[in-house]
Structures are given as C-alpha cells and as structure tokens.
T-cell receptor, first 112, second 115 residues
C-alpha cells in the first residue's frame, strides 16, 4: 500500500464548477497535511495546510481532513482555467518529524 | 516564506560526467531537502541536509552518487555523479517552514538532461 494515494486523473471540470480532489494516507498518526499545486514545468507551490479534523477555508480553496478515515480532500470553488495544474497531496508522518511524503498527484483540467 | 534560488536552472550533460546543483536561501534555515522528480512522476526525497552534519539519505540513494554539502544555514549543493540517462530529471531543493507543522517550500528546480 502506498503511503499517500491519489487518483492520477485527469479530472476534467467545467469552468465555474467545484473541483474535488481526494487523498488517502496510510500512517494513522500522521500530523500535518498539505496540498501543493504544480504547473507544468514549474516547482510545487504550497496552497493549503491542515492539521485538525474538519474544514479549513482560504479563498476559493477548502481543505477537509478526516483523521478517523485517513482522508484529506481539497475543494476548489468557482474553478478557473488558471486552476488547471497537478495537485499534490503531502503528509508529514509522525514517524519522521521533518519529512513530507508526496502522493503521485492528480492532474486537474478546467474546461472553459 | 523564504526566497529560494537554484543554479543552474537547466543543463544538458554527457554520460559519465558530474553536475553540481546549488541552492541558495535568503534567510537562515535549519533543514534543507533535495528531491528528484522524474518525468511524469511525483517527488522523491533524495536526502535531508542539516548544517554541520552529514546528510541523511533515503533508501535507494547513496552518498557516492549524490554527495551533498551544507556549509552554512543558507546554502547547499547536490552533486549528481557519474551521470547516466536515467538521471535525467528535475532536481528540487526545499526548505522547512518556520511553523511547527513541517511544511516545505520549494526552489524553482534544475532540469537535467543526460545524453
């Protein structure tokens, strides 16, 4: 079982709709969870961090964490073509305080 | 967050040669990390570089192939030694953020092609 799993996509969403990206992780005692956005040919950019169960909102982005189900998601409201990118889920496992484990990423395409 | 730069941004090298990649940060940071991202793949951690100590390598990566230096709190280098076409990849450095939650911020990356 991979430590961090994501559907590779591509996920195609019409402009203005909600894009929903999902991620599961295997280490039950993981502490911190991150979503990175990576445009083609660019480096990953941190867009959301979440540490507690529930929802965390930042502008059009909402991260949701359910530690009991070992599940973290990212919702993007009012999707724009500029949101088209690969979204990487990352987890900081308790076993190694400094390391981050990345999922394989979900490619999101917003169609006009 | 810190401003991170990498040199070179890209290079094309011949097999059997070595390339040293530099990572410079505009503020002092305790932990720096080196990743590899092969085409179409996610990020794989190569090693963690702490100032004043030997780098800690992940399974599958060895010091002879990827020697790392960390001479001070704002700078690190990664050398890719005796390169083969399989080393063609993007190499990224990152730094740990200042919060207690271990987020990381990435440099722009070095795109390496080995012929």
């Amino acid at each position: 079982q991979k430590e961090v799993e994501q559907n590779s996509g591509p996920l195609s969403v019409p402009e203005g709709a909600i894009a929903s990206l999902n991620c599961t992780y295997s280490d039950r005692v993981s502490q911190s969870f991150f979503w990175y956005r990576q445009y083609s040919g660019k480096s990953p950019e941190l867009i959301m961090s979440i540490y507690s169960n529930g929802d965390k909102e930042d502008g059009r982005f909402t991260a949701q964490l359910n530690k009991a189900s070992q599940y973290v998601s990212l919702l993007i409201r009012d999707s724009q073509p500029s949101d088209s990118a690969t979204y990487l889920c990352a987890v900081n496992p308790y076993s190694s305080a400094s390391k981050i484990i990345f999922g394989s990423g979900t490619r999101l395409s917003i169609r006009p | 967050s810190a401003v991170i730069s990498q040199k070179p941004s890209r290079d094309i090298c011949q097999r059997g040669t070595s390339l040293t990649i530099q990572c410079q940060v505009d503020s002092q940071v305790t932990m720096m990390f080196w990743y590899r991202q092969q085409p179409g793949q996610s990020l794989t951690l190569i090693a963690t570089a702490n100032q004043g100590s030997e780098a800690t390598y992940e399974s599958g990566f060895v010091i002879d192939k990827f020697p790392i230096s960390r001479p001070n709190l704002t700078f690190s280098t990664l050398t890719v030694s005796n390169m083969s076409p399989e080393d063609s990849s993007i190499y990224l450095c990152s730094v740990a953020g200042t919060s207690a939650y271990n987020e990381q911020f990435f440099g722009p990356g070095t795109r390496l092609t080995v012929l």
